[in-house]
T-cell receptor, first 114, second 115 residues
Framework: ETGVTQSPTHLIKTRGQQVTLRCSSQ?????VSWYQQALGQGPQFIFQ???????GRGNFPPRFSGLQFPNYSSELNVNALELDDSALYLC?????????????FGPGTRLLVL | AQSVTQLDSQVPVFEEAPVELRCNYS??????LFWYVQYPNQGLQLLLKYLSGSTLVKGINGFEAEFNKSQTSFHLRKPSVHISDTAEYFCAVMEANQAGTALIFGKGTTLSVSS
């Protein structure tokens, strides 16, 4: 158990819809990162939030956006869903940004886009 | 940008045999390396990490890894595996810059332990 929780565990959407995924960080952690893991692949970095600001972004289009709240919980929003967005979405919390801190992962949300 | 190559996509072994999962990374001035394990339908669990210091790193569940700077490798080893070690293993390098930190993962190695 890492203390990082995600909801929902599973989700089915249709192409063109919008989705919001949620993450609750480990206590005391102010940095959250989001990753997309397609089937049979390693996780890919989407973006990172630190103290409610985006703090780094991977190679994902703007329709992937996020929020971090004062209690350091976080949301990942994906607009205009595409079939290729079907994946396991993982969030990871860490103690502080800019430092080489271990990232602790939640169990993930599995999204299926039909 | 950093990159990670996991040289074997699948490694089948028998119970109690030794195993080595291979990982190479692209060279950089500062390298921070991690191994994570993913059991079916679960998130990632940290096995071990190398940040600095001793090149031999010991982790959980009897795993260890050796950082080799000259060969840019960070291979994971276990002297005797159990059925319960069957899982997906990911090697990752941490990319740190002014904008923050991101883990760059390899594609994973499926370890299958049979009796």
């Amino acid at each position: 158990e890492t203390g990082v929780t995600q909801s929902p565990t599973h989700l089915i959407k249709t192409r063109g819809q919008q989705v919001t995924l949620r993450c609750s960080s480990q206590s005391g952690h102010n940095t959250v990162s989001w990753y997309q893991q397609a089937l049979g692949q390693g996780p890919q970095f989407i973006f990172q939030y630190y103290r409610e600001e985006e703090n780094g972004r991977g190679n994902f289009p703007p329709r992937f956006s996020g929020l971090q709240f004062p209690n350091y919980s976080s949301e990942l929003n994906v607009n205009a869903l595409e079939l290729d967005d079907s994946a396991l979405y993982l969030c990871a919390s860490s103690l502080d940004r800019g430092q080489v801190e271990t990232q602790y992962f939640g169990p993930g949300t599995r999204l299926l886009v039909l | 940008a950093q990159s990670v190559t996991q040289l074997d996509s699948q490694v089948p072994v028998f119970e109690e045999a030794p195993v080595e999962l291979r990982c190479n990374y692209s060279s950089s001035v500062s390298v921070y390396l991690f191994w994570y394990v993913q059991y079916p339908n679960q998130g990632l669990q940290l096995l071990l990490k190398y940040l600095s210091g001793s090149t031999l790193v010991k982790g959980i569940n009897g795993f260890e890894a050796e950082f080799n700077k000259s060969q840019t490798s960070f291979h994971l080893r276990k002297p005797s595996v159990h059925i319960s070690d069957t899982a997906e293993y990911f090697c990752a390098v941490m990319e740190a810059n002014q904008a923050g930190t991101a883990l760059i993962f390899g594609k994973g190695t499926t370890l299958s332990v049979s009796s």
